[in-house]
C-alpha cells in the first residue's frame, strides 16, 4: 500500500446525485469580459437540501458564478439548471431564490421594516402577507426591536442579518449566501453561523437536529461563498472548491476529509523499539518517518471505506504485538480543511489553464 | 400579462420607498422653485410693451403685464419657470436611479423582481405620478402668489377667472407635466447608461443647460433640435424659434429614442455593482 499521489480520486469520482434530488446542476458555466475569462467552464452540481460551501482565493470567479446563477450576469457560455428551472430564464426560479451578494445593498434612508415592506411588495406578497411575514423575518434575524430605525443607524452585522432576512422574504427553496461574515467581529460570524445552520431547515414539527434528507424533503438548500473554512467546515456537508474559475473539487466536506493520508503517531513502549516498529512499517508499505521515541506513519484512507482506515490500524497494531513490540499510543492527526484546501488550490493552479477557446462551451 | 405583474409590483414598491423625508423635500424644492419664477414673472413683467412677444405668445420670463392681464396670465408663472422644473426633475431622476447602482440595491431588487423592464416602467410611473402630484399643488401655489403679486403690481386678474383661464392652467399644467417627463427619462436613460451619478449629473446638467444654450446663441435652430432646449419649449406651449407641434414632436422622438437605449441597456447588461 501506497500513500495516495497524483489527481485525488474525490475530485474526478464525486458522486453525481440523481436528477430530480439537484438543486443547481450547470455544465461548462463560462464568464468571458473581453479577452478575460473569468469562469472557465465550471460544472456544479448540488444535491437538494445541502449546505454547500463554495470556496476559492480571492479572483477565483466566486462571486461572477453566483451572479450568474441568480441572473445579474449574463453567462458567456455553459447551460443547465437551477430548482428544476433553465439557467437561462432566472425569471422562472428566482421568485424559489433567496439570495445575498457581497455586502448588504440596502436602502439606508428607509427603516429595516420598510426596506423588508418594500421588497415584499416587489415579490408580489400582498399587503397582510408582506406585513405577516416582515414581523415575522425581523424577529427570526434578531432585529424586532430595531425594525423602525434606519438601516443607516445599523451595525455591520445587523445589516446583514437584514440582508439574509431579505433573502427569506419568500420562504425560498435555495438560499445563496456570498461571503455573509465578511466584516464581521467574532461574535457576529458566530451569530452568524447559528443563524445560517437555523436557516438549513425551515421550521417543522421535527426541527430538531435535521438530516441532509430531512433537509432534502422540506427542500431548503444553502449555497453559502466564504473564506472562512473553519466556518466552512463546520456548517457545510457539500463543499464546491474554485481556482482560476475552475472547479477543483466538488462533493460532500466529509468525502474529501476521508480522501487523505492520515499521519499516526505510533509510540512504542520502549525506545528501543522505534527502529524495528519502523522496519515493520516499511516492510507493510507503509510510508513512516522515524523520530526519537515514536514513528509517524502515513495510512491511506478511503472515502468509500470509512472503517478501512481503523482495520488498518488494527492491523499494524497486531503486527507490533506479535513481534514483541507494545504500542502505548496511536494518535491520529487528521487534516484540517484548511490543509485540504491549500493542497487543491495548490493542485488547480499548477494545471495548465488553456486558452480560452478550449475552455468555453 | 408577467410584464404588467411586474409594474404593478414594481409600482407597489417604489411608492413604500418614496415615504420618506426626503420625497417631501423634493415636492418642497418644486413649490419653491414654482414661487419664484412666479414672483419673478409677475413682478418683473414690463408694463410698457412685449418685449419680443405678441401679446398672446408664451415667453417664459419676457411678459408684460398686458399679458399677464389676459385669461393665460394665470398660468405665466407656473410655465415660465418650466425650466427650473426640467432642471429639478432630472436631477432627482438621475440622482435616484444612479443611487441604485452605488448603493447595490439595483441587484437587491433584481433578485426580487427579475423583469427588469417592469420593474423600470413601474419605478417610472411612481415617480411621474408623484410629479404630477408636486406639479398640482406647484401650481395652485403659484396662482396664489401670482395673485397676491398682481394685486400689489396693480394688475387686473378678472379675466384669470374665466373659462380661458382654466383653459389655460390646464393646458399650462399638462404642457409643463410632459417636458417634466421628458426631462425625467433623459435623467433616468442617462443614469441608467453613465450608472454614476456625479458623471450623470456632470455630463447630463452641463449638456442640456449651459452647452445648449451657448450654441442657441449662434445657431438659433438648435431651439428644436437639441433636447433640452425642445423639452423647454413644450413646458411654454411653444416659443417663437420652435413651434409647440415641432417642439412635442422632436421631444416624444427624444423620449421614444432614449426609453429604447434604456430598455436595451437595462437588460442587456450585467448587473455588477
Known sequence: MTTTTGRRPAVAAHPIPPPERVAIDVRGLTKRYGRRTVVRGLDITIPEGAVAGFVGPNGAGKTTTLRMLLGLVR?????????????????????????????????????????????????????????????????????????????????????????????????????????????????????????????????????????????????????????????????????????????????????????????????????????????????????????????????????????????????VNRAAASRGITLIEMTPHRHSLEDRYEGLVAQAAAEPRGTDQETSR | MNLVLAVRRSFRAELIKLWRPSTVVGMGLLGALTVLSTVLIVSLADPARPRTRPVEGPAGFAVTTDQLATATGIARGFTGGSTFTGLLIFLVFAITITLEYSQGTLRTVFLREPRRLGWLAGRLAVMLTLVAVALAAALALSVGVAYAVARIRGIDTGAWWSADGAAALGSGYGNVLLASTFFGVAGTVLGLVLRSTALTLAVGVAWLFPLEHIVQGSWRGATHVFPGLVFDAVGQGGIADASYGTALTVSLAYALGAAALGAVTLTRRDVTA
Not at chain 1, 424559489?96 to 415584499?120: C, D, K, M, Q, T
Not at chain 1, 423575518?137 to 434606519?150: E, F, K, P, S
Not at chain 1, 414539527?205 to 422540506?218: G, I, N, S, V, Y
Open chain 1, 75 to 315: 453567462p458567456s457560455g455553459g447551460q443547465g439548471s437551477v430548482l428544476g428551472e433553465p439557467l437561462r430564464s432566472p425569471v422562472a426560479y428566482l421568485p424559489r431564490v433567496g439570495a445575498l451578494i457581497e455586502s448588504p445593498a440596502l436602502y439606508p434612508a428607509l427603516s429595516g421594516r420598510r426596506n423588508l415592506a418594500a421588497l415584499a411588495a416587489l415579490a408580489g406578497l400582498d399587503r397582510g402577507q408582506a406585513s405577516a411575514r416582515v414581523e415575522a423575518i425581523l424577529d427570526q434575524v434578531g432585529l424586532a426591536g430595531r425594525g423602525d430605525d434606519r438601516v443607516r443607524s445599523y451595525s455591520l452585522g445587523m445589516k446583514q442579518r437584514l440582508a439574509i432576512g431579505a433573502a427569506l422574504l419568500t420562504d425560498p427553496d435555495l438560499l445563496i449566501l456570498d461571503e455573509p461574515t465578511n466584516g464581521l467581529d467574532p461574535i457576529g460570524i458566530r451569530q452568524m453561523r447559528e443563524l445560517i445552520r437555523s436557516l438549513a431547515t425551515r421550521p417543522g414539527p421535527d426541527a430538531a437536529e435535521p438530516t441532509a434528507d430531512a433537509r432534502a424533503d422540506r427542500g431548503r438548500t444553502v449555497l453559502v461563498s466564504s473564506h472562512l473554512l473553519a466556518e466552512v467546515e463546520q456548517i457545510c456537508d457539500w463543499l464546491i472548491v474554485v481556482e482560476g474559475g475552475r472547479l477543483a473539487y466538488q462533493g460532500p466536506t466529509d468525502r474529501l476529509m476521508a480522501s487523505q493520508t492520515v499521519e499516526v503517531v505510533l509510540r512504542p513502549e520502549h525506545d528501543e523499539d522505534v527502529a524495528p516498529l519502523a522496519d515493520l512499517l516499511a516492510g507493510l508499505d507503509l510510508p513512516a518517518v522515524r523520530r526519537a521515541d515514536a514513528v509517524v506513519a502515513g495510512l491511506a484512507t478511503d472515502p468509500d471505506d470509512p472503517r478501512a482506515y481503523t482495520r488498518l490500524l488494527a492491523a
